[in-house]
């Protein structure tokens, strides 16, 4: 149980482009998603929180008119970055909450490269 | 001062022994606590959740926790090569709508 999956695992895109990740929580309902961004040999940093049919939180620092995130259901939030640049290039990694419980599970991460 | 800080790395341990992994918290209203293990190239996945003081055993693996000295601890018991890993620990604080604040993480080396 508690399986999350990310779609696509791995974007390759021309800078000026957007891309949309999308988070799945397959086996359970997750009222919060999280999405993370994660640069070679760094720790994870936290971009937002979305909860179901709210708007999402975003951590300081993080462009919310750039990182774009929709959580229209319960089983499903999503990550658009926008006009995609080279630094934007990194491993980003969502995570769910299930109801009445502290515990993330994290999808398998989605890699992008911007050229 | 991090809000949950894991003991510097990288550590390195023999095969089939234990390997002790260290974490302190600030936020004294945190009352759940987390282990990942993080391959190279691959996201966290959970090997232990810990709620309540004392320990938490699940096969290998032993989770502490000491509220009173805001400190938590993974121990891996028969260290194996496949256990070579990053290893994070978080914390869930009292007010934070169930975000997890993540130490910079323990890199651990298994040898055979």
């Known amino acids: 149980g508690a399986v999350v999956s990310q779609h696509p695992s791995w974007v390759i895109c021309k800078s000026g482009t957007s891309v949309k990740i999308e988070c799945r929580s397959l086996d359970f309902q997750a009222t919060t998603m999280f999405w993370y961004r994660q640069f070679p040999k760094q720790s994870l940093m936290l971009m937002a929180t979305?909860?179901?049919?709210?708007?999402?939180?975003?951590e300081q620092g993080v462009e919310k008119d750039k990182f774009l995130i929709n959580h229209a259901s319960l089983t499903l939030s999503t990550l658009t970055v926008t006009s995609a640049h080279p630094e934007d290039s990194s491993f980003y990694i969502c995570?769910?909450?299930?109801?009445?419980?502290?515990?993330?599970?994290f999808g398998p991460g989605t890699r992008l490269t911007v050229l | 001062q991090k809000e949950v800080e894991q003991n510097s790395g990288p550590l390195s341990v023999p095969e089939g022994a234990i390997a002790s992994l260290n974490c302190t918290y600030s936020?004294?209203?945190?009352?759940?606590f987390f282990w990942y293990r993080q391959y190279s190239g691959k996201s966290p996945e959970l090997i232990m959740s810990?709620?309540?003081?004392g320990d938490k055993e699940d096969g290998r693996f032993t989770a502490q926790l000491n509220k009173a000295s805001q400190y938590v601890s993974l121990l891996i018991r028969d260290s194996q090569p496949s256990d070579s890993a990053t290893y994070l620990c978080?914390?869930?604080?009292?007010?934070?709508?169930?975000?997890?604040?993540f130490g910079q993480g323990t890199i651990l080396t298994v040898h055979p």
């Open positions: 979305s909860n179901e049919g709210s708007k999402a939180t975003y």
């Open positions: 810990i709620y309540s003081n």
């Open positions: 936020d004294r209203g945190s009352q759940s």
């Open positions: 978080a914390g869930k604080g009292g007010t934070s709508y169930g975000k997890l604040t």
């Open positions: 995570s769910a909450r299930a109801i009445d419980t502290d515990t993330q599970y």
